[in-house]
């Protein structure tokens, strides 16, 4: 696995925000940054080798996916984290593939949805699956109460973030 922050460095940070030199809140936010860009470039890396595909491909799939299989061009741009014109360039590719489709929106004509087809939904199933399994490596150390405890605090940290812009 590539991306690994060495121990070094790890310890270096924390020695830093317990002599008072860094803020205390680092203790949180850089662990998160650190585990995103892990994750993130495992991720991107796994799919591209197991599935000829992109992290941000798998997030429109997944959102389709866990939304009924129909969104709105703006509704998957605000549930993905990339620009418009990115948004634009995933959605050619992954409709090259046959993987989603473009109807029209029968409330407003000029709006096209965008569907998950049937190879969509096949592809976005099986590789959730292998990439949970990738992923849950990442949580061998965690009892399963830390898991669940983990998981509870990461869900405040989201919901928290929409309230305090």
Known sequence: MKNRVHADFITNFYDKVSD????????????????????????????KDKFDM?????????????????????QLYDLTIFSSGGMT???????????????ADI????????CLSSSGKKLVKESLQEMSKECSKYFEAFSEEEKKLFSSLLKKILLNINRVD
């Open 107 to 114: 409330n407003d004509r000029r709006c096209m949805l965008v």
């Open 89 to 103: 360039k995933v959605l050619k590719r992954l409709q090259e593939r046959d993987l989603i489709y473009r109807k």
């Open 20 to 47: 008072g030199e860094l803020p205390e809140v680092f203790l949180m936010t850089f662990p998160i940054a650190v585990i995103h860009k892990t994750i993130f470039s495992h991720a991107e890396s796994f799919l």
């Open 54 to 74: 992109l992290n941000s491909e798998l997030d429109v799939l997944a959102s389709l996916y866990t939304h009924n299989g129909v969104l709105s061009p703006t």
